[in-house]
């Protein structure tokens, strides 16, 4: 039987919206070209890896280049369309940078949802979601994984609560209080749907935090002795969801199998 030949390594990873599949082609946007051209500066017949979140990564080679586009075309699928975990990031926004910080480290950190909401003190007020999404794409891109994360609009905090899944297990990072270490309680629950709340700058109002802790899908928690900064305290969370519940755990360690929501 013959030898397929290895397949050649690309030269960068795209994320793009197109259909994948062996022959198609796949159209890039000015921003798109000109990174491929003049930054990465490559050429017809040079190779890319895309992927859309859908139908796994594949290979591409350039076609060519005009004013302002580039177009590819599809040649053999690298990887299939694989689940990832199922965990949700909810934060109230904070200063520009800091902002970009967590939507891009969650992304590596394979949150599936990332999901603004303004508490009594949160400031500012507003967001910016496509740049945010723009942030979380690349991190998607350099990190390997197979899609990203879905971005959704800021809402008051109560609202988004009001409609809450309560299958989903919403982990309150608290400060202080009757809070668990993040460890023992995600241990004493089962896996499933999980979610992590990140309060603002100056923590909750008092009164706000009494009111999500009595919702019976809420689970407080603690991440150690330290005050963290809220995208330190982003990081920490996912992290250690990750290492004892996510796509980290060793698992022929331990016989519950990593919580991951079905590929696409």
């Known amino acids: 039987m013959a030898e397929h030949p290895p397949f050649p390594s690309p030269k960068t990873r ?51 280049f005009g004013k302002g586009w580039c177009s590819l075309t599809v040649s053999a699928q690298r990887r299939p369309q694989q689940g990832e975990p ?4 909810l934060f109230a926004p904070i200063k520009r940078g800091r902002i970009d910080f967590i939507a891009e480290k969650a992304s590596e950190l394979g949150a599936s949802r990332i999901w603004p909401v303004f508490t009594r003190r949160t400031d500012p007020n507003r967001v910016n ?8 794409i690349e991190a998607a891109e350099q990190c390997e994984r197979l899609t990203v994360p879905e971005l959704s609009e800021p809402v008051p905090l109560d609202k988004a609560l009001a409609g809450w899944p309560e299958e989903r297990t919403l982990y309150l990072c608290a400060e202080a209080g009757h809070v668990r270490p993040i460890a023992e309680a995600m241990r ?5 749907p999980a979610a992590f709340l990140v309060g603002p700058e100056g923590g909750f109002q008092q009164s706000e935090l009494d009111e999500i802790c009595k919702l019976p899908f809420v689970v407080p928690v603690g991440l150690g002795p330290r005050i963290l900064r809220a995208d330190t305290a982003v990081v920490a969370a996912l992290a250690c969801w990750q290492a004892l519940s996510g796509d980290w755990t060793a698992e022929d360690g331990d016989t519950r199998p990593p919580f991951r929501s079905p590929a696409v």
């Open 14 to 64: 795209l994320y793009v919206d197109s259909p994948l599949a062996e022959g198609q082609a796949v159209g890039l946007d000015h921003e798109r070209a000109h990174f491929l051209r003049h930054v990465l500066r490559l050429d017809k017949g040079d190779v890319v890896a895309v992927f859309n979140g859908r139908d796994g990564e594949w290979l591409a080679a350039i076609d060519g």
């Open 86 to 89: 199922d965990l949700w990031l």
């Open 129 to 136: 979601t496509d740049r945010l999404r723009a942030n979380a």
């Open 188 to 192: 004493a629950r089962p896996r499933g």
